[in-house]
């Protein structure tokens, strides 16, 4: 199989490389900068153009990995007719692409890619989408090629996994960040607590957290719930996280 | 050396079976339950005996390792001249057995501990506190048979770790059970965010977490958490987490 990519940050490195791994062929890298999309092509032994020149219609895939603002205007300048076009952004319908190609589609992997630390396993979960039967077939074949655990999913579904990927990890490691912070304030080392942390994770394998919770707000211990809010005085801000997190709490095990 | 615990759940299990791994002597556990007093003396080849009939002050430390709420009342009965006397509660002030026993002092394992799965290696971070020197030989002693990372704090060091413990772990949790409930509503498997949030807390090993932020409310983008908020509309506490969050994150990140 054939594939394409525009763009040249995180996921299209990712994406590039694991294809060309797989034994894909690809037909171009194109970029808004040059020197970027030489520099992907280069390492996948492929050729690349400047994206203001327009993108070729010869893949069997065009994989559109740019960042979820610029899809828009880059889709304005698209016109396919053979290739199947997919966007990688979780939170964007399949829908802005629609009208530029016959066959569309999406491949989100869900996961941080940082190209200079691309993951090697093919553990990084790939939830996609595909508008018709031809496109799934190019997707599926393209999604197995990169990953062992694919899921199937309509935009609407995606939309709400992206929603609980920023809860269950961008709000987490904001939590990890204010704890961090308050252990430098104390003159804390912020690593003792590591093991309790990864301890949690780990259990996550295996365990609902919905029945792993502990913690004063778990226990309806208001009296450490008031001491607690009162030492966040300085921080009003992290009062009103504290204050929201553990009324959800509560409700959650109100019985 | 020779140790006293009283208390019978996962802590003194865990003080109690790492002690006499190390060599330690126990001179007794002492429960309410005796059944479970002489379980645990069972294990680690002690002697058992019924709370209500007072303590022996015959150790050289003596750990009480009761809920945090029953310190006060299993105090009141002790009065030690020879043993150091230890509570294990993070957010226990060292002041509250400071009556009951010329030297004192606090052990608190950052971890959660379960009795039935109980730690093999030394890396479960512990935090401690002695009233005076006697008590920290004794002390830092004990704690070192224990554990690899110790780390000596006062009351208001500990009870400030106590709550980022609470943040870090406690509430992260919830959060990973708000995704899990989102997942199930959606008919998504939560599976498919193990990976992204195990990425996120390994980096926390050499990555400092407010160096890591990213998400929506990282990057300003109002339009993906207006629409994220209106798909929590079914669930007004978990709105209230999403914006107190967001803003806490904007805040910290808004230069």
Not at 247 to 252: L, N, T, Y
Request: glycine content about 4%; hydrophobic content about 40%.
């Amino acid at each position: 199989m054939t594939f394409s990519i525009i763009g040249t940050g995180n996921t299209a490195w990712f994406m590039a490389t694991k294809l060309a791994a797989a034994g894909f062929s690809c037909t171009g890298i194109y970029g808004r900068n040059a020197d970027s999309a030489r520099s992907l092509a280069d390492r996948i032994g492929s050729t690349s153009y400047d994206l203001s020149n327009g993108v070729k219609d010869d893949a069997d895939i065009c994989i559109l990995a740019v960042s979820d603002h610029a899809i828009g205007e880059v889709v304005a300048s698209l016109s396919f007719s053979k290739a199947v076009l997919v966007h990688t952004a979780g939170s964007v319908n399949i829908n802005v692409i629609k009208d530029v190609a016959k066959h569309t589609g999406v491949i989100w992997p869900v996961y941080s890619i940082v190209k200079n630390n691309l993951p090697e396993t093919k553990d990084i979960p790939i939830v996609w989408e595909a508008s018709d039967e031809p496109a799934k077939k190019v997707i599926s074949a393209t999604v197995n090629a990169i990953t062992n655990i694919s899921h199937e999913a309509d935009s609407s579904q995606r939309i709400s996994l992206h929603l609980t990927a920023v809860i269950s990890n961008n709000f987490t490691n904001h939590l990890f960040a204010i704890a961090e912070q308050i252990c430098v304030e104390r003159n804390l080392p912020f690593t003792l607590l590591y093991p309790i942390i990864q301890q949690s994770v780990n259990r996550l394998a295996s365990l609902s957290p919905a029945t792993q919770q502990t913690g004063p707000a778990k226990r309806h211990d208001t009296v450490t719930m008031h001491h607690q809010l009162d030492m966040l005085r300085q921080h009003p801000q992290w009062q009103r996280i504290y204050e929201a997190i553990s009324v959800s709490i509560m409700e959650m095990y109100k019985d």
